[in-house]
């Protein structure tokens, strides 16, 4: 059973840069794991961010960005604002099925 | 915009079936993958699985053997069955848009509906 591995908790101040990041029990994780990434605040469904590792969405904001970092998927978000506040969620693709990472809170103090 | 509204019951017994359907409004369900992802109260999300417009499917491992999900184009909807329930598959269960390889994007989601697997 493949398990995606991710930080359970960050914590950074408005305006600095955190990385998050998204690992895969069966290896390193290349471009062809198609990552996504995702907010989700509480009470709401999730939003998506990234797509295809580094791919952003017409919504995405522009300090929100997608890499592969040392064998790992990465989302780092730079000049963080209050608002960024959330769980972060990586989804990898493993050739037909899909598993998500078990999320990041992200907390902006 | 497109939009995806999830719909069916709140409460299923042990051991009977789940069944939801997602509406895709403002537009069409060709062309994409249509997946249903699914969040137990104060945990991650789980992949179950998607169906592409054509009909094929592609499931969970974990739950492939009691999932089937379906499309009807003519609705412009897609449904999830999951038999055999338990406790442990009460959850948010949402829908959402894929675009096929190699976009790969999960973009258009539903707001989720509740799921509470209870006798």
């Known amino acids: 059973q493949t398990v995606v591995t991710q930080e359970p908790s960050l914590t950074v101040s408005p305006g600095g840069t955190v990385t998050l990041t998204c690992a895969s029990s069966?290896?390193?994780?290349?471009?062809?794991?198609?990552t996504n990434w995702f907010q989700q605040k509480p009470g709401q469904a999730p939003r998506a961010l990234i797509y295809?590792?580094?791919y952003k969405h017409s919504w995405t904001p522009a300090r929100f960005s997608g890499s592969l970092l040392g064998g790992k998927a990465a989302l780092t978000l730079s000049g963080v604002q209050p608002e960024d506040e959330a769980e972060y969620y990586c989804?990898?693709?493993?050739?037909?099925?899909?598993?998500f990472g078990g999320g990041t809170k992200v907390t902006v103090l | 915009q497109v939009q995806l509204q999830e719909s069916g019951p709140g409460l299923v017994k042990p051991s009977e079936t789940l069944s939801l359907t997602c509406t895709v409004s403002?537009?069409?369900?060709?062309?994409?993958?249509w997946s249903w992802i699914r969040q137990p109260p104060g945990k991650g999300l789980e992949w179950v699985g998607y169906?592409?417009?054509?009909?094929?499917?592609n499931y969970n491992p974990s739950l492939k053997s009691r999932v089937t999900i379906s499309v009807d184009k003519s609705k412009n909807q897609f449904s999830l069955k999951l038999s055999s329930v338990t406790a442990a598959d009460t959850a948010v269960y949402h829908c959402?848009?894929?675009?096929?390889?190699?976009?790969?994007?999960?973009?258009?989601w539903g707001q989720g509906t509740m799921v509470t697997v209870s006798s």
């Open positions: 989804l990898l693709y493993y050739g037909g099925s899909w598993v």
């Open positions: 169906v592409f417009y054509t009909g094929s499917t």
């Open positions: 959402a848009r894929v675009h096929p390889m190699p976009t790969s994007a999960f973009d258009m």
């Open positions: 403002g537009g069409s369900i060709s062309n994409y993958y």
């Open positions: 295809s590792t580094t």
């Open positions: 069966s290896g390193a994780v290349t471009s062809g794991f198609y």
